[in-house]
């Protein structure tokens, strides 16, 4: 079983900035996706960022610019940074997975998610 662990949520006042981190229990080469969604309560869970494992990257439009999505490949680690936080990126943020396993099947997996708040 794959676990994605997140940390570096928290309270951050407009303009601010953050760096949300994804661990995986497994080797980040076997990993083909990884990305960031997010998700407020009532509304659907959103893509933010998306990275591949052939360098790849896409952003939400709301976030182009101001957010980065980078991999640590010796700590089996992905990164969210986030700069120019604005009160609207407030959300409950989860970390995706798309893993290759020994056997060759692909399998989605979720992180238990990391709340980020902007206000003043």
């Known amino acids: 079983q794959v676990q994605l662990v997140e940390s570096g949520g928290g309270l951050v006042q407009p303009g601010g900035s953050l760096r949300l981190s994804c661990a995986t229990s497994?080797?980040?080469?076997?990993?083909?996706?990884m990305s960031w969604y997010r998700q407020d309560p009532g509304t659907q869970r959103e893509l933010v960022a998306r990275?591949?494992?052939?360098?790849?990257?896409n952003y939400a439009d709301s976030v182009k610019g101001r957010f980065t999505i980078s991999r640590d490949n010796a700590k089996n680690t992905m990164y969210l940074q986030m700069n120019s936080l604005k009160p609207e990126d407030t959300a409950v943020y989860y970390c995706?997975?798309?893993?290759?396993?020994?056997?060759?099947?692909?399998?989605?997996?979720w992180g238990q998610g990391t709340q980020v708040t902007v206000s003043s």
């Open positions: 497994v080797s980040i080469f076997r990993v083909n996706v």
């Open positions: 995706y997975a798309n893993v290759r396993s020994r056997d060759d099947s692909n399998y989605d997996y």
């Open positions: 990275s591949t494992n052939a360098g790849a990257t």
